[in-house]
């Protein structure tokens, strides 16, 4: 069985700041990761993913992601904000093609 | 790039209607999925196919079915449809057996049952 919290439903930062979105996974073997984006109206996008690799990950548009096994967790960073940033991310676990979970999302707003 | 489309954006329907979603992927991809997003609850797996003929249910099929005839064309149907079917629908295609669970996803059709 397999599980993803994101801590998270709203996330609001002025534009230039750090962003954190924050995910921790639940999952009895090891898993892959990923992080999509959904602007408004539009599907998603991959931001980044981890398949067992190096597990600092980065992404487009300035995104990174960190996996942590010990605190089963996989946080998505940004050093700077920007306004083109505010959307919708959605963190997924996945063990294969047919055993995908998705997170309930965490909007991402961005202030001037 | 792999492209998925999705023929319809916007649909409004009446109550008991038969609607078709189509979707369409251009990458040869194996797996096709139906997805259905409602706010705070996320996206949730109605059906998948993993070759052409071939359906799996996902984590909530009631109400739906699917057809694959070809494998670039995936489609999900309401036989009857109802007010708790309006959603936003998602398409997602992936590679075959050896892929680790990266979809690439249509810009989804946003279907309002009256």
């Known amino acids: 069985a397999q599980s993803v919290t994101q801590l998270d439903s709203h996330v609001s930062v002025s534009e230039g700041t750090p962003v954190l979105l924050r995910c921790n996974y639940s999952s009895s073997y090891s898993p892959s990761l990923f992080w999509y984006v959904q602007h408004p109206n539009k599907g998603l996008q991959l931001l980044l993913k981890?398949?067992?690799?190096?597990?600092l990950v980065k992404g487009i548009n300035g995104f990174e992601a960190e996996f942590k096994k010990s605190e089963t967790s996989f946080h998505l960073t940004k050093p700077s904000a920007h306004m083109s940033d505010a959307a919708e991310y959605f963190c997924v676990v996945s063990l294969g093609y047919s055993t995908l979970t998705f997170g309930k999302g965490t909007m991402l707003l961005v202030s001037p | 790039d792999v492209k998925v489309t999705q023929s319809s954006r916007y649909l409004v329907k009446r109550t008991g209607e038969k609607v078709f979603l189509e979707c369409v992927q251009d990458?040869?991809?194996?797996?096709m999925f139906w997805y259905r997003q409602d706010p705070g609850l996320g996206l949730r797996l109605i059906y998948f196919?993993?070759?052409?003929?071939?359906?799996e249910k996902g984590d909530i099929p009631e109400g739906y079915s699917v057809s694959r005839e070809k494998k670039e064309r995936f489609s999900l149907i309401l036989e009857s449809a109802s007010t708790n079917q309006t959603s936003m629908y998602l398409c997602?295609?992936?590679?075959?057996?050896?892929?680790?669970?990266?979809?690439?996803f249509g810009e989804g059709s946003r279907l309002t049952v009256l």
């Open positions: 196919s993993y070759d052409v003929k071939m359906k």
């Open positions: 997602a295609s992936s590679l075959g057996d050896r892929d680790t669970g990266e979809l690439f």
């Open positions: 990458m040869d991809h194996e797996n």
């Open positions: 981890y398949t067992s690799a190096a597990t």
